[in-house]
Structures are given as C-alpha cells and as structure tokens.
C-alpha cells in the first residue's frame, strides 16, 4: 500500500503549491469555523471524513474530499488552508494561523498533538507585553511528509517532499526533501539517496 503511495506522489513532478489543489484562494468566515469545529467535534473520531471535508470548506478552508480528519483536530485562525488528496490530520492536531497560507500537500500524514502555526508576534521589551505587533508568515508542507507526534510546525518553514518530522521536533527552518529530521530545533540527520536506495548521513549543514 505505501509502494502505491510512494509511486503516486512520485507521478507528479510539478512544484506544489503544496495541497495539490487548484490553489483557489479562500478566506474564513469566522462564525463557521467556529461551527465547523463544534460540528466535527461531535462526528465520529475516524468517520465522516467526507462532511468534515465540507464543513470546513463551508467555512472557508480548501480542504480535499478524500482528507482524513480526526475529529478532535482543529483548523482555525485567518489564514487561507489547503490540505490536499488523501492527507490524514491526526488525533488533537491544531492548525492556526493569522493573514497567511497554509498549504499542506498530497499523501501527508500528521501525527497525534502537531501544532502548525503560522503566526508569531514582535517581541516588544518596551511595553507591557513582550508579544507585540502580530504578524504570519506562510507554511508549505509538501506532497507525502510525515510528522511526528506533538512536533510544531512554525512560521516561514517549508517541508519538503517526503520529508519525515519526528516526534517532539520544533521546525524553524526549512526541511529539504527526503530528509529523516529531528529535534528541537529541527535538523536533518538523514537523506533518502533514490540511487542507492539508502540513506546517506546529513550533514550538519543540510538545513
Ligand atoms: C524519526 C523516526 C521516524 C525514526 O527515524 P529513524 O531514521 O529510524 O531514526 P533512528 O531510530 O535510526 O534514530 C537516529 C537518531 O535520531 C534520534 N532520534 C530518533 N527519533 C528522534 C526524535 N523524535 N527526536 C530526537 N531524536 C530522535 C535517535 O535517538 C538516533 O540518535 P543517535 O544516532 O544519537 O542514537 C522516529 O524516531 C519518530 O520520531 N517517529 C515518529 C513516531 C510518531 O510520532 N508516532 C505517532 C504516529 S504518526
């Protein structure tokens, strides 16, 4: 079944704007993100997939029809998401974000407790707050990544192709594709050499 996969996603060579979609930009509506959260929430956990596809397209995200989303997730924020074919969305995922894409790709499976957030703060060391101004910047996850339980996915980073997350990483950077990559912060160890069919060690400077 993952040879299927594997070949599928190696089909289309074409840079992604990730989520193999039609890149349609769509922005949320508030009231039924709030709705389409509560809605999928009560739906059964691994059931549905169809109407929770719908519900938060109705509200305003691009998510494909054959997506897989855990009921307890959690899509939310500003930003314009697209979540393409056959990408599953783990258990109490939460993907926020404000003004700013979020594109997650083909085949893409995200793990238990990921956080994908897009947006961060100014630190302010003047005013009462150190969070200050708010601003976004865009995630792409391309086609067939892999992300590991309770990893953070933040803003500005791509991941690319077929890239595995494990579990408990913290993504600042750019993930190149193929690559195994770990920790906090996030890093390259290993990448997938096609030709040898082997893994070749990172090196320290791959990222
Ligand atoms: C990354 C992962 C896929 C293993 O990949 P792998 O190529 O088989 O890695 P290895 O087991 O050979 O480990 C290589 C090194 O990375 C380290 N490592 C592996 N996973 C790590 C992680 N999540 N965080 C930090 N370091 C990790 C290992 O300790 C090892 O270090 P060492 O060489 O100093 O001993 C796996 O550890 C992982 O995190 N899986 C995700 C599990 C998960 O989230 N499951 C939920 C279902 S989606």
Known sequence: ?????EARVGQDSRAIPAGGNNAISRHPHTALVFLANLITRLLPTSRCYPLKAFLYWIAGYQVSRSCRIISSAQICGNCQVTIGDDTFIGYDVLIVGGESRIDIGRFVDIGPRVCIVSGTHAIDMHGSHSAGAGCSKDIV???GVWIGANST??????????????AGSVVTRDIPPYAIAVGVPCRAIKIWNKDACWWDRASLTTT
């Open 1 to 5: 079944m993952h040879d299927e996969k």
């Open 141 to 143: 996850i391309e086609d």
């Open 153 to 166: 996915i933040l803003g500005g980073v791509r991941l690319g192709r077929k890239c595995v997350i494990g």
